[in-house]
């Protein structure tokens, strides 16, 4: 007799070595032995006969591949499903090994690197332009576009470190408008975009909507949300910025649809270092970016999720729904850095053309 597919799901289920849910709906109807011993010793507040956590809950209709908070620690969450079946395999991030004080001290290091340079690049641009040389003025803007990665990578240093750090560590999150921050870093995008002859687009994200984090790490954020679709968005193409509230979340997508993010890389998208495939060297980053955006949404309690197949990548922050009583609002920034270096040329600068970067512009 052939055994059925609910059998051979189940037969598979107990065999992941990873520890492992069970689910029907929304309800934990089995653990695997794994998942058994793993709940035992760590205090996970997951019972057979029981709905999951919400952080849990949102992987059944969001995402293959993600992570989330559990009792204090972060999981990284793969999905798979047949009917009304699904099985959610978790795995523990380890802690970061990297120490602060050397992230800091790399930073520091950049920053006294690139402030001669920056200021050479002033000096010299008059100059260039009095030669009315064409290739002088395309020299110039490669000159500056890799000032802006420079900086750029410092950016992402300094972040991952704060991102690091003990949540006792940080500085107690504010009120902000998430509404007008996601419509004011898409509208500092959309000239940036279209360089690219591609469309962003964004739904839901009218009127004013308070929650408690930090404006400056959830701006980023989004930056490196972009960044990443334009780099996989072809020219014709569009990138979504989809915003939806609910009484217990608020839950913000970003959704290109490029080439896809290939099966076999799917797993490992949130790993620290982990270089995009099938980008130019110029093109890829530290590696960092997902890491951190995983970071920041952790710091206040939330979630990511992420869907990849052939002409849809989405990728869905999830933000507890709720404000600090204890502190004012914060207004978003999303406009130039310090020293006036646009905040969005420089978080866009790896997935822009050297176009972007001619002296008229950005001056």
């Known amino acids: 007799m052939i055994p059925s597919t609910a059998t051979l799901f189940s037969q598979l289920f107990r065999k992941i070595s990873h520890p492992s849910i069970l689910v029907n709906g929304t309800i934990c109807i089995e653990l695997n032995p794994a998942a058994m011993e793993y709940t035992q010793n760590n205090n996970l507040p997951i019972q057979v006969g029981m709905p999951l956590p919400e952080s849990l809950s949102d992987f059944l209709i969001h995402s293959t591949v993600g992570n989330c908070e559990i009792s204090g620690s972060i999981y990284d969450v793969n999905t798979f499903s047949i009917d009304d079946s699904t099985i959610l395999v ?12 050397l992230l800091a001290s790399i930073t520091n290091k950049l920053q006294d690197s690139i402030t001669p340079l920056i200021y050479a690049c002033h000096l010299i641009t008059p100059l260039l ?29 300094s ?18 408008d ?22 962003l687009r964004q739904e839901g994200t009218e009127g004013c909507h308070i929650i408690r984090g930090s404006a400056p790490d959830f701006e980023c954020m989004l930056y490196h949300l972009f960044s990443n679709a334009m780099k996989f968005t072809p020219a014709g193409g569009e990138i979504l910025l989809h915003m939806k509230v609910t009484q217990g979340m608020v839950y ?3 959704v290109d649809n490029g080439s896809g993010i290939p099966e076999h890389i799917l797993n490992t998208v949130f790993a620290r270092f982990q270089k995009e495939h099938g980008l130019t060297e110029t093109q890829a980053g530290l590696g960092l970016g997902l890491t951190l955006v995983r970071k920041t949404a952790a710091l206040c309690g939330g979630t990511v999720a992420l869907t990849s ?12 729904n709720r404000k600090n009583e204890e502190t004012i609002l914060c207004s978003p ?17 790896d997935a822009l053309p050297s176009s972007a970067f001619y002296p008229q512009d950005i001056e």
């Open 178 to 199: 998430i509404a007008l921050l996601c419509r004011r870093v898409a509208e500092q995008t959309v000239p940036l975009a279209k360089l690219l002859d591609i469309t």
């Open 129 to 157: 332009e009095e030669t009315k040389n064409p290739q002088a003025t395309r020299y110039i803007s490669i000159f500056n576009q890799n000032c802006y990665r420079l900086i750029r990578v410092m950016n992402t240093l």
């Open 252 to 254: 913000i997508s970003v």
């Open 333 to 349: 920034k999303a406009g130039p850095e310090p020293g006036g270096f646009s905040n969005a040329l420089v978080e866009l600068s």
């Open 90 to 101: 978790l795995q523990k991030l380890q802690k970061d090994s990297v120490s602060p004080q």
């Open 309 to 320: 197949k052939k002409g849809e990548t989405r990728v869905t922050v999830s933000l507890p």
């Open 159 to 176: 972040a991952f470190e704060k991102a690091s750090k003990s949540p006792d560590d940080v500085p107690p999150l504010e009120n902000l």
